[in-house]
């Protein structure tokens, strides 16, 4: 019995043993756990703070990109001028483009702002009319401001005639019409026949016109001049003569003339030579010296009477 009580208390003890073994195994465990916590705390905080500061780095970038773009537009809006900017030759082209491209003149102070500082505008300039005084345009000065312009002797490549058509008044035509069928006729005879004054306008436009012309001077006192029709007033209505122009009765069949026609009413019949005033300026002094003083002397009394 002895010996089995003493020989069963090893095994006790060794189970003990094995226990407090297994005991002392699980708290190094449990220690290396706790241990671990801190550090995965420490690496998440670490990775939060690497992630703050990848954002403020690209923050950073982001303004650094700006203020370079920022930088660069600054730098465009600045006149980047060649290393050869101050040489009087280089001036004078810049001043040459300048006055090229200007919608409208420049004076001294907007060219010299335009230019590298200390340029002699001046005598660029004075270089620049020289320069173009024999060409098609010139440098020239208006209002204290400079400008290219056409040369004088070049205006007529500019120039360009338009026909302006103009109908003629009912004035017009009435006494178009009297002096094509009563010529040669005075304006005192037009007035007579129309019932009313004929006013300068309406005789100066038929005579702009060709259409209407002097004819001579009526023998009578204050030698009126005598109006008649020209050669244009025949081209135009196609006329051979002014003979050809329509009588009475061609009148009414047109419809232009009533049936019942006042008594003594007729219709003259045009001539184009003869007559008292056809062509009788004077008789001592030659018909084109007489002819100019008559046109004169038409206006001067059409000027009076207005």
């Known amino acids: ?7 069963e208390k090893p095994t006790d003890e060794t189970d003990e043993s094995q226990l407090e073994s297994e005991g002392d195994g699980e708290a190094p465990e449990e220690e290396a756990s706790a241990e671990a916590a801190p550090a995965e705390e420490a690496e998440t905080d670490e990775a939060e703070e690497a992630a703050e500061a990848a954002e403020t780095a690209e923050t950073a970038e982001g303004e650094d990109g700006q203020a370079e773009d920022e930088a660069d537009e600054s730098a465009d809006n600045v006149v980047r001028f060649p290393s050869n900017a101050t040489d009087h030759v280089q001036v004078v082209r810049m001043v040459e483009a300048l006055l090229f491209a200007a919608a409208e003149p420049l004076d001294i102070d907007s060219i010299a702002a335009r230019l590298p500082e200390g340029a002699d505008v001046g005598a660029a300039i004075e270089d620049l009319q020289k320069l173009h005084e024999d060409r098609g345009v010139n440098l020239v000065r208006i209002a204290n401001k400079w400008m290219f312009r056409t040369a004088d002797d070049m205006a007529f490549l500019m120039e360009r005639e338009a026909v302006s058509v103009r109908k003629l008044s009912r004035a017009a035509m009435e006494t178009l019409a009297i002096i094509a069928y009563h010529q ?67 009148l009414k069949a047109a419809g232009l003339l009533d049936g019942r026609l006042p008594p003594g009413f007729e219709v003259p019949t045009p001539s184009d030579s003869g007559g008292d005033g056809d062509g009788d300026f004077t008789d001592e002094e030659p018909l084109t010296e007489e002819y100019g003083a008559a046109i004169d002397e038409h206006l001067t009394a059409s000027g009076e009477e207005d």
């Open 184 to 250: 040669p006729v005075t304006r005192a005879e037009i007035e007579e026949i129309r019932g009313v004054s004929v006013s300068k306008g309406t005789l100066d436009v038929l005579m702009e016109t060709e259409w209407v012309r002097l004819r001579g001077r009526r023998r009578t006192p204050g030698r009126p001049v005598t109006y008649g029709t020209t050669e244009e007033f025949l081209v135009h209505f196609g006329l051979e003569n002014v003979g050809d122009l329509p009588g009475a009765e061609e």
């Open 1 to 7: 019995m002895t010996d089995d009580i003493q020989h």
